[in-house]
Structure formats: structure tokens, C-alpha cells
């Protein structure tokens, strides 16, 4: 295998962008990785670390070098080129179109279930939940075997409860 950069001086944006993901995937991933390895060797906490994150950097050099990944970033480079993109003060409108429909729809949707609710329970299509309390939970809920032993009788400190 050669190392030699294939069409050199084409699609430079689109590497360079796979590169720096790539660069930030070995940094956060030897961060992640030395957190685990803190308790061995100095040689092995940073070693490790060290040497993973080399080899994903490999890894990308390699793979912006492929021809079939860069004939892809080189198309996908041309074809964004060719959007025609918003500009600012239309995104703007959008947004703020957007933020105005979400807030419209919520207030929509509150006056709806604040409406309905009540008119449901009178109907009898919902039912009001029953209130409980701790002392008055199931017995297979987890704190139900604390309270059962707070209040037992003296005496039966070892018996099982039944």
C-alpha cells in the first residue's frame, strides 16, 4: 500500500471536516478510556489511551485516502455546492414561524385536556386514581418489609414475615 494522496487537491474541506471528527473521537475516546484504566500502571493508563487514540487517527488518515469514501465526499462536497441555501433573514422568519406554531399547539392541547378531563370523569370514562401513602402500600412494594419490621411486636425480632 502506498502512501500517496488519491485525487490530491480535491474535496480538501470535506477530509479535513472527516479528520477533525475524527480527531475528536480519539480525544474523547482516550479520555473515556484512561477514566477506566486509572487504577493501572502509568504505562498502561496512558499507554493505552495513548495508543488507541493513534490508531483511530490512522484509521481516518486511511479512510480519507480511500477512493471510494473520497469519490462520495468529493460528490457529496458537489452537491452542496449546488443548494441553493436561505438566507439569514428568512431563517429567521422560519424560526420564528416554528417557535409560534409549537406555543399555539400547546396551548391548543392545554385547553383540550383542560376541557375534557373533567368532562370525562363525570361521564365515567375515567376513574380518579386512588390515593395511597406508604403506610398504606402493598406489601410487595419495597419499602412495605421496613415498616412491617418497625412495627412488630418485641419478641419476634428473627421470625419471617409471612
Known amino acids: 500500500m502506498a502512501l500517496r494522496v488519491y ?13 477533525a471528527g475524527g480527531a475528536i473521537l480519539a480525544y474523547f475516546g482516550a479520555r473515556w478510556l484512561r477514566t477506566e484504566l486509572i487504577d493501572y500502571s ?3 493508563s496512558y499507554g493505552v ?3 488507541v487514540a493513534a490508531l483511530v487517527m490512522g484509521l481516518a488518515v486511511w479512510l480519507v485516502n480511500w477512493p471510494r469514501l473520497v469519490d462520495l465526499l468529493l460528490e457529496t462536497e458537489t452537491e452542496l455546492s449546488k443548494v ?11 424560526t420564528w414561524v416554528v417557535i409560534f406554531s409549537i406555543v399555539v ?3 391548543f ?4 385536556v383542560t376541557i375534557l378531563t373533567p368532562m370525562f370523569y ?8 386512588k390515593k ?3 403506610r398504606s402500600a402493598p406489601a410487595d412494594w419495597p419499602w412495605s418489609a421496613a415498616d412491617r419490621l418497625a412495627r412488630r411486636p418485641a419478641g419476634q425480632e428473627g421470625a419471617h414475615d409471612g
Open 109 to 112: 392541547m392545554f385547553g383540550v
Open 7 to 19: 485525487k490530491p487537491g480535491q474535496g480538501i474541506r470535506a477530509r479535513l471536516v472527516t479528520l
Open 122 to 129: 363525570r361521564i365515567g370514562a375515567l376513574v380518579e386514581p
Open 105 to 107: 399547539m400547546a396551548v
Open 42 to 44: 502509568p504505562a498502561w
Open 84 to 94: 441553493s441555501w436561505s438566507s439569514r433573514r428568512d431563517l429567521w422568519k422560519s
Open 49 to 51: 489511551p495513548i495508543g
Open 132 to 134: 395511597t401513602s406508604i
